[in-house]
């Protein structure tokens, strides 16, 4: 039994690694890419800690060379979600009661060893089954998945420590109870971190998770689940299945004990998840908590007093890092008549020195988008502009499938502010920039709010503090995550708690506490010591 008040360690970011030439990370690295390359894996579902292995396979290959085998992943259906949620309800009233100091360190635990002796293969997994170079899976892989867990640690014990005031002769207490029955978690391929802290982040607050993982994020997710049974969860808390969608929506969000979602994805499939929601609330046993992430249509926007460099800069590294395939991405850039030649020109030179290849090849700074779907969504794209006479393509627009899904970064210069790229969500490494009347910012300020149905990320590039102070405060919608001269990528947990509104999600700010107090029902409890003897009040005498 607890008979003290712990205080957890104080939660720092984890410094990024910088693989530098002749580093001993960036040695350690390749020697763990060699190392997965060479053993092509085998993998199972994890149900109730066992691997379920149904011998119908389907094999995985790096984007950027879909010729080479990783291994395989063993698909499932129905009866594995329905196993995986009967594992998580077994597992969930041990879990539920365990002290929360105790899952604190086994999350604590999580992020030493991921620091640690995880460290290189969790990036080296990243970059094989993700196409992310070294620097991208270091600062989401590692990082920021031990920056989630820290620091939710910490925000674990301040959601616990915010307690009532109690008058004279009574005590009243807030407990923060785990929801009655189970979450399902579903994750994107494109970020390692996101993927873990879905499953993490409820089962932290004693909740017990089934995980359905992107089908391209499997190899990954692998070493995700070694890392928590090395840091010592227990059986059944995080139950990882892999089934197609639908299949597994049918039995989950029929189940009487279906507790929350926590998802990130598209906005599309998330709509549709509420819908189903709605249709079944009738056979739950509570209201369901729904969480998500999904698309956005990110924005940069300079003013005529920006710094052209520094636009450039943001317009290259936002757009293009980890070939545009961030939910934060820029994809749409509205700049000032008097400096967009000049930022542009910059692009360009950017854009034509980037190094496009495998990540194994750390001089690559672009590398393969992350399947076959994708490049074809992305190439249809880049044919409509070339077919437009809205638009010009200033940089890039070439794009081969035939040993990997590689797109060049491309850049598009369009008349028509409502031009398809500048409104539709991409998810690709593709910019279309729109050149405004400099005289017209809050115009310009107005068309940009009106233009995407999403608002995640968005950014203001200015050196006149009134024009940043105007577009704050008319943009105050556009975007849950706002930069100021700055890229709108990259949040770090801790620092800018990430998510966004409209139909970028339900914004409850991944590593921060309010997305933790989705995961939790409070109790009031009122204790009187000296209870009354007399049903009559003053009055009635």
């Not at 720092?12 to 092509?40: F, H, M, T």
Request: net charge negative.
């Amino acid at each position: 039994m607890s008979n003290a008040y712990f205080q957890v360690p104080m939660a720092e970011n984890e410094p990024v690694q910088g693989y530098a030439p002749g580093s001993e990370e960036k040695e350690e690295l390749q020697a763990a890419i060699a190392e997965l390359k060479s053993n092509p894996i085998d993998a199972p579902m994890v149900i109730g800690g066992k691997e379920v292995r149904t011998g119908n396979t389907v094999s995985m290959h790096p984007p950027h060379d879909h010729a080479y085998n990783l291994g395989s992943f063993h698909m499932g259906d129905k009866s594995h979600v329905e196993a995986a949620i009967n594992a998580a309800l077994t597992a969930k009233k041990e879990w539920a009661n365990t002290p929360w100091q105790d899952r604190a360190a086994i999350f604590l635990k999580a992020a030493e060893l991921l620091a640690g002796p995880f460290r290189a293969r969790m990036n080296a997994a990243t970059m094989l089954c993700q196409s992310k170079n070294a620097f991208q899976a270091e600062i989401d892989a590692s990082c920021e998945l031990i920056d989630f867990f820290r620091y939710n640690v910490q925000y674990m014990t301040e959601v616990y420590a915010e307690q009532p005031e109690s008058a004279p002769g009574i005590w009243n207490r807030l407990e923060y109870r785990p929801l009655e029955g189970f979450i399902f978690a579903i994750t994107p391929f494109n970020f390692t971190s996101i993927a873990a802290n879905l499953c993490a982040a409820p089962a932290m607050m004693g909740n017990v998770v089934v995980w359905k993982p992107s089908d391209t994020q499997i190899y990954s997710a692998q070493v995700i689940m070694d890392l928590f049974k090395a840091a010592g969860l227990p059986d059944g808390v995080i139950n990882m299945v892999y089934c197609d969608g639908p299949a597994a929506g049918d039995v989950v969000f029929n189940h009487p004990d279906f507790a929350g979602l926590h998802f990130t994805g598209s906005t599309a499939v998330f709509k549709h998840l509420w819908k189903t929601i709605g249709t079944n609330i009738d056979k739950y046993k509570t209201y369901p908590r729904i969480v998500g992430e999904t698309g956005g249509k990110d924005f940069i926007i300079a003013h005529k007093s920006a710094n052209a460099k520094e636009v450039a800069t943001g317009i290259s590294r936002g757009a293009f890092e980890f070939q545009g395939q961030k939910c934060s991405a820029a994809s749409r850039a509205y700049l000032p008549s008097n400096i967009a030649n000049e930022i542009i020109e910059q692009v360009k030179t950017d854009v034509n020195s980037f190094k496009m290849g495998n990540p194994e090849d750390f001089s690559n700074f672009i590398n393969a988008v992350i399947d076959e779907r994708s490049f074809d969504k992305i190439a249809g794209f880049i044919d409509y502009a070339k077919s437009s006479d809205d638009a010009e393509i200033i940089a890039g627009g070439n794009y081969d499938k035939s040993k990997g899904y590689f797109i060049e970064p491309t850049v598009i210069v369009t008349k028509n502010v409502k031009f398809k790229t500048m409104c539709e969500e991409i998810f690709g490494p593709v910019m279309t920039i729109y050149i405004y009347d400099a005289d017209k910012f809050e115009e310009t300020l107005e068309i940009l709010d009106q233009t995407s149905e999403y608002a995640l990320t968005g950014a203001i590039f200015s050196t006149c503090r009134y024009a940043i102070g105007t577009a704050t405060k008319m943009l105050e919608n556009c975007a849950g995550n706002f930069y100021i001269n700055d890229k709108p990528t990259g949040a770090v947990v801790g620092q800018q708690p990430f998510g966004g509104a409209r139909g970028s999600g339900t914004n409850d700010k991944a590593g921060a506490a309010m997305n933790l107090l989705r995961w939790v029902s409070a109790r009031t409890i009122k204790e009187t010591f000296v209870p009354a003897t007399n049903y009559r009040y003053p009055f009635l005498g």
